[in-house]
């Protein structure tokens, strides 16, 4: 399990309503730099098994948002200091995921117009890392609502290399920044920033939650889904404990669904867990494909009734036994 850290937050992942998926597809890209960085763990979409219905599960994994800077992690991107073609850009924005500012020039700029533009991102040693973007889109129905971005990142010698491991895999802009620990108080964790983004390759967890349809800066029923968007990722990752731990293994089918209809309930498999922001609220049937056992695994177990939404929990998730 790689977890990367750029601070500046992308989410996204392709699916419909109500989908099956399984956690493999996954491309790895190795780039050689001054930093020594090996960014990989991304993948493009959702794999739908034969006789399979994209409507109603996710594709799980480990990685939470695909990028693994040798060790280091990107640990959000500035909305500050962002100048294109060595022009400055005052005040950008994050407006759900399409990025924006003014022009020093004046005239605002957004979307695709962005294309060229460089940013800092902070690494976990302290130290920066310019990225640029490359292109810019809007994805597929049902996600056209969603802003996706090609992304590089600065090299020795004036080279770039794909900040999710190939040119083909998009990021996807999220606010506020993610804990990449794992194992560790506040693993996993995400914080509100005004100031900050992340950056969440296509294919791992922030993304693919956005792409769910748990799209942070929405509210559906007068919910305001970052919450949702929070104990997606967990969900994906098995992450049970909250504490940023993956219990899973990439390829593990699961079935998952809310009770707000945005993901539907697909199949009959056998109940996995209910979640929240904070990890499981309860455990019926654990994906425990790790060396070890969560070490939460006998309290939250011990709870009665596991698999509705009557004690608060905003997602379910199903698994198909091997």
Known sequence: MRLGSVEVALLSCLVLPGCLIDDMDVIDGDSD?????????????????????????SLNGMSLNGMSLNGMSLNGMSLNGMSLNGMSLNGMSLNGTLLGGTK???????????????????LSSGGTLVLRIDSATTLAAPNTD???YGVSYALSGGAWAPLCGSSSVLAVPVSGT????????GGGSWT???????????GTAIAKCVEFGYK????VAGVLLRNHHVACTRMIR???CGDGKSWTVDGTLINLYDALGIQLDAAAYKVDAEWLPTGARC?????????GKPTCEATKKSLPTCGTFANGALLVDEYKLH
Do not use: H
């Open 178 to 185: 993610f804990n990449y620990g794992s194992g560790v108080v």
């Open 104 to 122: 020093s020039t004046g005239g605002t700029i957004s979307g695709a117009g962005l294309v060229g533009t460089k940013m800092n991102g902070t």
């Open 216 to 219: 942070p800066w929405k509210t």
């Open 146 to 148: 969603v802003w996706a």
């Open 238 to 240: 098995a992450d049970y």
């Open 192 to 202: 509100a920033s005004a100031t900050a983004f992340t950056f969440g390759c296509r």
């Open 33 to 57: 730099g001054d930093l020594g960085e090996e960014v990989g763990d991304a993948s493009l979409a959702v794999i739908s098994p034969n006789g399979m219905s994209l409507n109603g599960m």
């Open 283 to 291: 455990i019926d049937k654990l994906r425990d494909f790790q060396v």
